[in-house]
C-alpha cells in the first residue's frame, strides 16, 4: 500500500488490525555482529508465533530486515512504514503491507498509532531517536504502550547508566523506570509482551 496524500488518521482507519502489533525499532545496516541479526531473526520468529504482526520501517537490511525474515518464516503479518526520502536510498522489504509517509516525522506517527508496544533492538541515530520519541511520550502520559529495550551483551548499558544519572541529577523523573522495561534475552522479551498485550 502506498500513500502521500492522505492524512495519519485516514492510514490507520484504512488497516486492518486483527491482532495486536509490536513495532520494532533497530539498525537499518548490515555491517555489524552476526550475533545481533541472529537475535533479530529469533525475535521475529517468535513474534509470529505468538501471533503478534510487526510494524517497521520497511528495510531489507540490518537488523529490521533479519526481524522481518523471522516473521516471515513463520508466516507472520509485516507492516512497514518508510517516508520517501529513506525509500529512494534503502532497498524495501519484499512481501509486506507497505505504507509510504512524506516525512520522518509522520512514518513515526503511523508506526506508533498503529502498534501496541514497541521493542528497541541495537541501533544507531535512528534507532535511538524512535526511542526517545516514545519514552517522552510515555514521560508525559500522551501514551501509555509498552517500550521494551532489547539490551543483549550490555548493548544499551552505557545508555541505561546515562538515564540513571540523569534521574539522580533530576533532569528527568525517576519514574522513566516505570514506562521502560529493559531485556537481555528473547525470552525476556516476550514474557514482558505476553504481559501486556
Known amino acids: 500500500m502506498t500513500d502521500t496524500t492522505r492524512t ?5 482507519k484504512g488497516l486492518q488490525k486483527d491482532r495486536p502489533n509490536v513495532c520494532v525499532f533497530g539498525a537499518s545496516s548490515d555491517d555489524i555482529n552476526q550475533s545481533f541479526i541472529d537475535l533479530a531473526e529469533t525475535l521475529g520468529a517468535r513474534l509470529a508465533q505468538a501471533g503478534y ?3 517497521f520501517g520497511g528495510g531489507a537490511n540490518g537488523l529490521m530486515g533479519a526481524t522481518a525474515r523471522g516473521v516471515s518464516s513463520r508466516g507472520g503479518a509485516i507492516t512497514g512504514v518508510t517516508p520517501l526520502v529513506i525509500d529512494e536510498i534503502q532497498q524495501r522489504y ?3 503491507c507497505f505504507i509510504e509517509t512524506p516525512t520522518l516525522a509522520a512514518r513515526k506517527e503511523v508506526m506508533e498509532g498503529f502498534s501496541d508496544a514497541f521493542v528497541v533492538l541495537p541501533g544507531g541515530v535512528g534507532t535511538l531517536d524512535e526511542l526517545f520519541n516514545v519514552a517522552a511520550r510515555n514521560a508525559v502520559h500522551e501514551t501509555s504502550k509498552p517500550l521494551v529495550i532489547f539490551n543483549p551483551d550490555g548493548f544499551y548499558d552505557p545508555l541505561l547508566s546515562f538515564l540513571d544519572r540523569l534521574s ?3 533532569f528527568i523523573g525517576a519514574h522513566h523506570e516505570s514506562y521502560l522495561e529493559v531485556c537481555s534475552t528473547v525470552d525476556e522479551v516476550m ?5 501486556h498485550l
Open 8 to 12: 495519519t488518521d485516514e492510514l490507520l
Open 53 to 55: 504482526g510487526m510494524v
Open 94 to 96: 519484499p512481501s509486506m
Open 168 to 170: 539522580d541529577q533530576r
Open 191 to 195: 514474557a514482558v509482551l505476553a504481559k
